[in-house]
């Protein structure tokens, strides 16, 4: 089936990591994502992974893929107030069009 | 701004009334998909078309939902006879490529059904 899970709130401090966790149950998703989406804003893609990766680090992002698993992480290094949005994680399917499926996503806040 | 457009931003409409709105894709973007995301949750995917062929819709999407994009550019959603139910934000989405892998997202329409 096509779901994907991940925790609903994470709360850190400014200058601290933030780890964003996330699971997938299909095993055929060719690329997994994260998208920000901030209040009244659309969805932004901040970064992908293909799914014969294990990790890919993009500045202050990394994320982890645990194919084994099915479990995908997001890791942003010295959180900022700005980081505070809601994540999502995504999968995309082989399925020809790329149909993406999304978590619920999670509510970052960060305390200054 | 991602050059993904969409018209109206915002909807209200009375229960039973139809409504449509419209997505203008980036020019050369070949596939174009519509979402719809309720609060607190993220996009359930709706329905996509390559160029204009509509190759693949959820069970979401009833059959007072219709979309189309005739000539492969822009495209509408059109919602028939309106329940509250279907009050949310339709987001529509495109790209281009056999890869595909980066989907750039329209502001989207808050659709409130009274």
């Known amino acids: 089936g096509e779901d994907v899970e991940q925790s609903l709130f994470l709360s850190v401090r400014e200058g601290d990591s933030s780890v964003i966790n996330c699971t997938y149950t299909d095993s055929s998703s060719t690329y997994l994502y994260w998208y920000k989406q901030e209040p009244g804003a659309g969805l932004q893609l901040l970064t992908y992974i293909f799914s014969n990766m294990d990790m890919k680090q993009d500045q202050r992002l990394t994320v982890l893929l645990n194919k084994k698993d099915k479990h995908l992480s997001l890791r942003i290094a010295d959180t900022q107030t700005g980081d505070s949005a809601i994540y999502f994680c995504?999968?995309?399917?082989?399925?020809?069009?790329?149909?993406?499926?999304f978590g619920a996503g999670t509510r970052l806040f960060v305390k200054a | 701004d991602t050059g993904v457009s969409q018209d109206p931003r915002h909807k209200i409409t009375k229960r039973g009334q139809n409504v449509t709105f419209r997505c203008d894709p980036i020019s050369e973007h070949n596939r174009l998909y519509w979402y719809r995301q309720t609060l607190g949750q993220g996009p359930e995917f709706l329905t996509y078309?390559?160029?204009?062929?509509?190759?693949?819709k959820s069970r979401l999407l009833s059959d007072r939902f219709s979309a189309e994009r005739p000539k492969g550019s822009f495209s509408t959603l059109e919602i028939q006879r309106t329940e509250q139910g279907d009050s949310a934000m339709y987001l529509c989405?495109?790209?281009?490529?056999?890869?595909?892998?980066?989907?750039?997202f329209g502001p989207g329409t808050r659709l409130t059904v009274t």
């Open positions: 078309f390559q160029n204009e062929a509509q190759l693949e």
């Open positions: 989405a495109t790209n281009v490529g056999l890869a595909g892998y980066e989907q750039y």
């Open positions: 995504a999968e995309s399917l082989n399925t020809g069009g790329f149909k993406t499926i």
